[in-house]
Nanobody, 127 residues
Framework: QVKLVESGGGSVRAGGSLTLSCVVS????????TGWFCQAPGKERELVAA????????QYTDSVKGRFIISRDNNENTWYLQINSLKPEETAIYYC????????????????????WGQGTRVTVSS
């Protein structure tokens, strides 16, 4: 059984930074394409960033380019989302997600293509 557990959320002022972590267990971590999504109150869940499992190819939603960094540590079965210069409108629950990818090169941007989700970690940005 695949299990994803996020951590690192919290409350920060606008312009602040956080590092979100997601630890995965129950599946070969190196074969999992991964992503981070966020869901603000009253809004749909949307992509923040995604990364392939073997080659480190990444994709970001336009609004976070240059401020957020997605990465993974295959030795620790963990992937990360470094979030910088946070804005109040980025207050949301952030979810990590994954699916099996044997090619190693897939970067998945659609939520319905992911199979496994964490419980989410809350980020609150005050002005």
């Amino acid at each position: 059984q695949v299990k994803l557990v996020e951590s690192g959320g919290g409350s920060v002022r606008a312009g602040g930074s956080l590092t979100l972590s997601c630890v995965v267990s129950g599946w070969p971590y190196s074969s999992m394409a991964t992503g981070w999504f966020c869901q603000a109150p009253g809004k749909e869940r949307e992509l923040v960033a995604a990364i392939s499992c073997s080659f480190g190819d990444t994709q970001y939603t336009d609004s976070v380019k240059g401020r957020f960094i997605i990465s993974r540590d295959n030795n620790e079965n963990t992937w990360y989302l470094q979030i910088n210069s946070l804005k109040p409108e980025e207050t949301a629950i952030y979810y990590c997600t994954s699916h099996l990818d044997t090619s190693g090169r897939v970067v998945t941007t659609k939520s319905d293509e992911y199979d496994y989700w964490g419980q989410g970690t809350r980020v609150t940005v005050s002005s």
